[in-house]
T-cell receptor, first 112, second 116 residues
């Protein structure tokens, strides 16, 4: 059974600090996605990582993928309150359909 | 581009009734759409893959007779929750792949279903 594990599940951090969210998965995959979800809202796509060693950055967020280690990271630099949300990683399990298996999500709270 | 809409955004229905949720791709055609459900403070679980012109593919443990999926056109998929029960109350989210290359899925805004 494919498992996608995120940690931490809850993260409270102060503005200006840095932190990393980890996403481990248990099967071979070369497609990994990061999404943001605000309360009561749907998912907003943040990053699409398609190959080993892929690194993408957008603003204060940077995502990377190590397919050999089956690990993706989402690094937050100098956090601001607006980043407070739940972040999900999702792994494409392949096949003919784009089936995504989601991690449990990391609820990030950035405090002033 | 790549906008996915859902209707309704919120619905309340009584136990035993059926409710239909629509998922539309507004500016692209999607031969495949996906339906997820999300319980409060939980992650998303794939329910089924909706295929235009053919039967949906359901994930293990999802009752196909309870969650009827119809992908009638290249821009519309519907999920009908039949004989709804309170435990069906959830946030239902659809997604579509605008490029047909499995590159990325775009998610609809979700439908919050409450069964009383």
């Amino acid at each position: 059974e494919l498992k996608v594990e995120q940690n931490p599940l809850f993260l409270s951090m102060q503005e200006g600090k840095n932190y990393t969210i980890y996403c481990n998965y248990s099967t071979t995959s070369d497609r990994l996605y990061w999404y943001r979800q605000d309360p009561g809202k749907s998912l907003e796509s943040l990053f699409v990582l398609l190959s080993n060693g892929a690194v993408k950055q957008e603003g204060r967020l940077m995502a990377s993928l190590d397919t050999k280690a089956r690990l993706s990271t989402l690094h937050i630099t100098a956090a601001v309150h607006d980043l407070s949300a739940t972040y999900f990683c999702a792994v494409d399990i392949g096949g003919s359909q784009g089936n995504l298996i989601f991690g449990k999500g990391t609820k990030l709270s950035v405090k002033p | 581009g790549a906008v996915v809409s859902q209707h309704p955004s919120r619905v309340i229905c009584k136990s035993g009734t059926s409710v239909k949720i629509e998922c539309r791709s507004l500016d692209f055609q999607a031969t495949t759409m996906f339906w997820y459900r999300q319980f409060p403070k939980k992650s998303l679980m794939l329910m089924a893959t909706s295929n235009e012109g053919s039967k949906a593919t359901y994930e293990q443990g999802v009752e196909k007779d309870k969650f009827l999926i119809n992908h009638a056109s290249l821009t519309l998929s519907t999920l009908t929750v039949t004989s709804a029960h309170p435990e069906d109350s959830s946030f239902y989210i659809c997604s579509a792949d605008p490029y047909g290359t499995l590159y990325e899925q775009y998610f609809g805004p979700g439908t919050r279903l409450t069964v009383t």
